[in-house]
């Protein structure tokens, strides 16, 4: 059984950083795709950000050129760099396994103003 499970939230002040990370156990984790969403109060959940098996990454025109993805196979870990944080960032943030099509528990991310 695939598990995903996120950590590294927390709350932080506007123009903050954090570090999400998310661990995978049960899967092939090095050949599989890998995302992240979130989800504000009252909102839809939406994508963020995507890393594929060969390192290609895909961003939210919302996040660019302040977020990272990036993963490491040894570890079974996706991260995501998060810099420049601003209040509207705030939500629980999951990960996703697109080919195993498993979502962990999130993390809650708050950026206070």
């Known amino acids: 059984q695939v598990r995903l499970v996120e950590s590294g939230g927390g709350l932080v002040q506007a123009g903050g950083s954090l570090r999400l990370s998310c661990t995978a156990s049960g899967s092939i984790f090095r050949i599989n795709s890998m995302g992240w969403f979130r989800q504000a109060p009252g909102k839809q959940r939406e994508f963020v950000a995507l890393i594929s098996s060969g390192q290609n990454t895909n961003y939210a025109d919302s996040v660019k050129g302040r977020f990272t993805i990036s993963r490491d196979n040894a570890k079974n870990t996706v991260y995501l760099q998060m810099n420049s944080l601003k209040p509207e960032d705030t939500g629980v943030y999951y990960c996703?396994?697109?080919?195993?099509?498993?979502w962990g528990q999130g993390t809650q991310v708050t950026v206070s103003s």
């Open positions: 996703k396994d697109y080919v195993e099509g498993t």
